[in-house]
């Protein structure tokens, strides 16, 4: 089994995490259709822990944000994470309190 650096195959997106879930960013690939984007690295350039929601749509991202029942995944504080979601995911990111900046890359490798 091959091991590969991560990658990125499309545009960073970015967005802050707050008490309150903003406006998701969607991380899109620039890869072929044919293998699009899974994977995704996400970094938490804050001081808080970050619960990080991901959906098909911005409103599923948000939801997800909400707590670790409704599907969000902590990231936390300084933390750089390679996940797998489905391609073209949205992602938003709620904390505890404070906000954190949390940037999102599509690509592929850990």
Known sequence: ????????TGLTVSFTAATTAPTSAQAVSSAPTTRPARQYRVINTGAVT???GVGATDAAA???AASIGAGAVPI???AVEVLGFPAGSFFSGVTSTSTSLVYVTPGEGI
């Open 1 to 8: 089994m091959d091991i590969n650096a991560f990658s990125p």
């Open 62 to 64: 948000k939801t997800a």
């Open 50 to 52: 970050v619960l990080l």
């Open 76 to 78: 936390l504080p300084g």
